[in-house]
């Protein structure tokens, strides 16, 4: 019994941890005052994306995410673009330590000895938020900004590229925003 409630316990703890790891959790904030509908094209603000504290490989493949995006919303890349994509994007690492605490009331005069368990579980991840801002070309102003927050994987090039896709599909999924 103990060991069929620990396996459980275990398991619970896993699924719960892994679910969590799947999901990018997105915000976006904007300009009410904006009428989004006068935007048709844009380009890449480059000052903006060259602080981007990553490699340029990673930011080669978020640019390329957020272009293919834009261009399925029917925006056109161009050189006189109404608005300017900026990003900012930092990774951390982060430790969970899970204290499972495990027990159940004993009978007869007291408690069960045996029915008792403490063990900890400690997991390392890193968490990636990537911001991408939409700037109004002509009045160099913030428009639009969406912010999402993951975990990211980096086991290989594959994984690391679909997820980025996930981010930025995800984060420009509140673009253009329902005006009310």
Do not use: H
Request: hydrophobic letters at 40%; one cysteine or more.
């Amino acid at each position: 019994m103990k060991k069929l409630f620990v396996k459980l316990l275990f398991v619970l703890s896993l699924s719960l941890l892994f679910t969590s790891c799947a999901s990018v959790r997105v915000i976006a904030d904007y300009d009410k005052q904006v009428n989004f509908n006068e935007f048709k094209t844009f380009a890449f603000y480059k000052p903006g994306i060259d602080k981007a504290e990553i490699s340029d490989l990673d930011k080669r493949r978020i640019l390329k995410a957020i272009e293919s995006e834009l261009v399925a919303k029917g925006y056109t890349k161009s050189e006189n673009p109404d608005l300017l994509v900026s990003i900012i994007a930092s990774a951390r690492e982060k430790i969970d330590v899970y204290n499972n605490y495990y027990g159940g009331a004993g009978w007869g005069w007291g408690w069960n000895p045996y029915f008792y368990g403490n063990y900890n579980t400690v997991s390392t991840s890193t968490e990636g938020v990537l911001y991408i801002d939409l700037i109004d070309a002509k009045k160099k102003e913030l428009v639009w900004q969406g912010q999402g927050v993951g975990y990211l994987n980096f086991n290989n090039v594959d994984k690391k590229e679909a997820r980025i896709k996930e981010f930025v599909s995800q984060i420009l999924e509140k673009y253009p925003p329902e005006l009310q």
